[in-house]
């Protein structure tokens, strides 16, 4: 497991009530480990500096999104708070961070922790402290915010291979919902914990199922099963290689087999619409194919990629194209 690439907090701050975006999130990861290796931002003599290089680096990103991310960050990141219970029964609120400066010409941002984020995130070499530590390269490519949340908080459990009950308040809470958001189950399922579940069963080194927890007909809680991914194993067949090119339609049997329609013919008018109610989150997961000079706004960027939308051979290049049409819309 590299050092390099490894994010630690104690078990108290991993399950802290939060509602950081996914930017955020992404900046508290990589200051995790980069204080973790360096020392720095501990302490207000030593600011943790991160620019947009690393950002971009380490979540596959261009530079101009990463820079952006940050600007936004510098914003609200300074106001965020956290809650969490600490060893004596009590509530605590604190924040991630007690100080941040943007350096506008250097394209990066210096911060420190709060007190209680050091704690968290250091001496937990001895055994006072439970910990839950993951390889951020398995979360770099979450696109939602509450997969990267999820996947927090049931790698704690990754060896015991299921979780206590998530009790539904708390649960909301530690996933960085509001009172007011997905109140409805469905749309909470929907949105939030369906989307989250399925992204980690795709993208990362954990398969998770849940199950719910009822008191007469109301959820109450859910339950967690986690298992670590096998490694696939070598299978000898005698079948047609799936990979060979069939000479009629010029694709493999598994790309036959597994190729969604729109790939093969190029997205709809309709199909295009549904994505842009996503515009923005469809733009920052593709901004690969923007140029670092490109100042134009999501609206001009989508309706600029129309044409390559309706073209099979250039939409299959695009991110998470599936994901948004199979997503269903909040009632």
Request: hydrophobic content about 35%.
């Amino acid at each position: 497991m590299s050092k390099s690439d490894l994010v630690v907090k104690s078990n108290r701050l991993n399950m802290a009530i939060q509602n950081l975006t996914l930017p955020e999130l992404r900046i508290v990861q990589l200051a995790i480990v980069d204080a973790r290796e360096t020392g720095k931002g501990l302490n207000t003599d030593t600011p943790l500096r991160i620019d947009a290089l690393r950002y971009a680096e380490a979540f596959d990103t261009t530079r101009q999104n990463a820079y952006l991310r940050m600007k936004e960050a510098e914003d609200t990141l300074f106001n965020r708070r956290f809650s969490f219970v600490d060893s004596e029964g009590k509530l605590v609120k604190s924040r991630w961070i007690q100080r941040v400066r943007y350096l506008d010409d250097e394209g990066a941002i210096e911060i420190v922790f709060t007190t209680d984020v050091v704690k968290g995130i250091t001496r937990l070499d001895g055994a006072e402290e439970f910990f839950t530590q993951y390889l951020l390269s398995q979360t770099a490519n979450l696109h939602s915010v509450y997969s990267v949340r999820l996947y927090e908080l049931l790698i704690q459990w990754k060896t015991a291979g299921k979780t206590p009950v998530f009790e539904l308040s708390l649960f909301r809470g530690q996933m960085g919902l509001d009172d007011d958001e997905y109140k409805d189950m469905s749309n909470f399922k929907k949105r939030v914990l369906d989307l989250a579940v399925n992204e980690i069963n795709e993208k990362t080194d954990l398969t998770v199922s849940y199950t719910q927890e009822k008191r007469g007909r109301t959820i109450t809680g859910f339950k967690f099963t986690v298992r670590t991914k096998d490694k696939p194993k070598d299978v000898i067949t005698h079948q047609r290689d799936p990979h060979t090119i069939d000479a009629f339609t010029g694709q493999t049997d598994t790309e036959s087999k597994n190729t969604p329609s729109w790939q093969l013919k190029g997205l709809s008018d309709a199909q295009i619409k549904k994505i842009g109610v996503y515009k923005q989150e469809f733009i920052d997961a593709n901004t690969s194919k923007i140029s670092p000079n490109d100042r134009r706004g999501y609206d001009e960027i989508f309706e600029s990629w129309q044409p390559m939308l309706k073209d099979p051979n250039q939409v299959k290049n695009f991110k998470i194209v599936q994901d948004l049409l199979e997503r269903k819309r909040q009632n």
